[in-house]
């Protein structure tokens, strides 16, 4: 692959993925616009690795807070364990079932039919887009709504909000079905599935965002390393059919194009928070909603090419 494709990629990446507008729809459509293969093993691994730059960068901005919520003892560092085991055993739980079912059902009678067939349907992708679109507008509109009504009951008990520390084990519950609701779709946005969820059962913003991303983190891992697996197994057939994989190759495309993401990443992280927490959430819903109608076109274009 070229490298000027991995950096256009790691960009979009970069910069969709704080963004509650699936960064992964963002690329996979990247991709098909460059002639790429979303499925394939080596795009793929490098999606997964694209995700682990701008992972980097979450730990790297959040750090500070983090330190002074999730580790400001024991005790808080007790209850935030307890929060991420139990929302990530919800989403593995959730995830494995849901790609078990679409490879049982989508997929009846295909040799070797894995989830990651699915990332280039450009049919899939918009009405998951569409989905998280409405999930986000509605959390949005509701904050917004809540927010103006704090505002007034500040103004006249001369009180401000303060953003807490941790999510309740609900919130997380929650938060973590929402994340296994997105792991088999592209385009169902993570860090939108989740904050949603957050906000929507009566955590902050703050508590919302910094729950999220502390997800990401404990998810990103076990993903990357589904797809070294994956890939290493499609090297191993592809030598065998006598058509090898250049394994070497893609590892290292792959991780230039995770420093490019975490550098994005990085750039776009103080505005992206920054308009979450100004009151602008439903303004990413109304994003999704038109770039599920422009996959839409995309899909139906390309068809009738």
């Not at 007034?152 to 919130?171: H, I």
């Not at 779709?185 to 729950?211: D, Y």
């Not at 197994?233 to 590892?251: F, I, Q, Y």
Request: proline share 3%; glycine share 8%; net charge positive.
């Amino acid at each position: 692959m070229p490298i000027y494709q991995v950096i256009v990629l790691a960009i979009v990446q970069g910069l969709a993925e704080l963004l509650p507008v699936s960064s992964s729809a963002h690329v996979v459509v990247a991709e098909k616009l460059m002639g790429l293969d979303p499925s394939s093993p080596q795009m793929t691994l490098l999606l997964v690795m694209l995700h682990t730059g701008t992972m980097f960068a979450v730990i790297a901005y959040f750090w500070k807070q983090w330190v002074q919520t999730y580790f400001a003892s024991a005790d808080a560092f007790k209850r935030f364990l307890v929060r991420v085991i139990w929302a990530t055993g919800i989403t593995l739980a959730l995830g494995y079932a849901l790609m078990k079912v679409i490879e049982h059902t989508l997929f009846k009678g295909a040799p070797k039919a894995q989830i990651e067939d699915l990332f280039g349907r450009l049919d899939l992708v918009a009405p998951a887009l569409a989905c998280a679109g409405i999930l986000i507008l509605i959390a949005g509109l509701r904050e917004k709504k809540a927010d103006s009504a704090a505002v007034k009951e500040a103004a006249a008990t001369s009180l401000t909000r303060r953003p807490g520390g941790n999510v309740t084990m609900r919130q997380a519950g929650w938060m973590g079905l929402l994340q296994g609701l997105a792991l088999p779709f592209r385009g169902f946005s993570r860090s939108g599935a989740t904050i949603s969820a957050g906000m929507l059962t009566g955590a902050t913003k703050e508590r919302a965002e910094r729950f999220s991303f502390a997800l990401a983190v404990v998810i990103t891992p076990l993903a990357i390393g589904r797809e070294a697996l994956r890939l290493v197994h499609a090297a191993r057939d592809a030598a065998a059919s006598g058509t090898p994989v250049d394994l070497h190759g893609t590892v290292v495309v792959s991780l230039l194009g995770a420093a490019f993401a975490f550098l994005a990443g990085l750039v776009a992280l103080k505005w992206l928070s920054n308009w979450l927490e100004n009151g602008r959430w439903y303004l990413f819903g109304i994003y999704c909603l038109v770039a599920s109608a422009v996959v839409w076109y995309l899909h139906f274009g390309s068809r009738h090419l």
